[in-house]
């Protein structure tokens, strides 16, 4: 950041966009690029939480700025400071990857404007800045309830692949934590890039070591390309278990992913198959304004636009500090279910579901058949 940008920053602060009669909330997405599945999604909520509640928030009129990272972090940084320094806005929010949000959470100190992360599921991202608050999820606290169904479930032996970043790294340490500590065997760990990633090689190893069971996390968007491969390769043949975490098998893809994807079992905390009349309301709204299916980046973006609006009338308009302790201990029913946004860590506690890919009706979902109730990110838990 340039001296003359730093300078800028410093003088001002998240307050500066609830001047006037207009509050202005910078969401910055990767609707274009290898992510641009998120940022339809999240998208596509804002849009439907305004067109069902207005725009209008703490007395003030809500303008909403969306800019496209198309997931870089260089971008996503000049973008934000953009919307601090010359659009005033009031928060800041989206944040497709970890890497993005990571990012911006320096700004978000040092001009007191509050970061809502919608996507993003590394544990850490909160610590980064106390501006920082989250709706999306964190991996660990998706994977230790899958580990404990594997090792209640025959699976003895497992083999791990997970994307080589933050939310991988996480997946990858907090399952094999729990599955051994339940008694199972992680074979071995392997990991793919977060670009370009080719799953054949890899695949291919997973099939040699012949493990009970491959567990699997990937970002938003890689789903189908994994699961094409999984089958070319034969694993779904050579008896080998799919578990994963809910983005494997992203509610935007799974009707794509074809039979394949039948009996996958995950961990997650949404799917659009949740059967609760708050659920029902949510997907068919945003099924008639979208044509396509919401998924878990969607259900974070609309809960995110209830945690600004909900903060904003709080603070009566007003951003920085008093924003941010407005959104702090709220609690709210989401589609997904019960939501508490904790006080300390500015983390989210949530229902976590254990859940297997059918069929209904003609179409592939993600159904529930267990849950975790108001789960806790586990790794804030240990500190």
Known sequence: MSI??????????????????TVKI????????PSASTG???DAAIKLWIAQNGNKAGGKRVEVIVKDDAGVADTTRRLAQELVVNDKVVALAGFGLTPLALATAPIATQSKTPMVVMAAATSSITE????????SFTLPQVTLGLADWAAKNKIKKVVSLVTDYGPGNDA?????????LDGGSVLEKLRTPLRGADFAPVLQKVRDLSPDALFVFLPSGQGATFMKQFAERGLDKAGIKLIATGDVTDDDQLNDMGDVAL?????????ASHDSPANKKFVAA???????????????????????????NGSKGQGGEALMNAMKGQIFESPRGPVLIDAQTR??????????VERVNGQLYNVEFDVQKAVKDPAKNRK
């Open 4 to 21: 003359l940008a730093a300078a800028a920053l410093g003088g001002i602060t998240g307050a500066a966009g609830a001047q006037g009669d």
């Open 26 to 33: 910078g969401v910055i997405l990767p609707m274009t690029g």
């Open 40 to 42: 339809k999604q999240i």
């Open 128 to 135: 980064a800045s106390p501006f920082i608050t989250r709706t």
């Open 172 to 180: 990858e340490k907090y399952f094999a934590e729990r599955f051994t």
């Open 263 to 271: 009996g996958i079992v995950t961990s997650h905390h949404y799917s």
């Open 286 to 312: 945003f099924e008639a304004a979208n044509k396509f299916r919401p998924n878990f980046m969607a259900v974070a973006g609309y809960d995110g636009m209830r945690l600004i609006y909900t903060g904003l």
């Open 347 to 356: 983390e989210i506690v949530q229902d976590i579901y254990t859940r297997k």
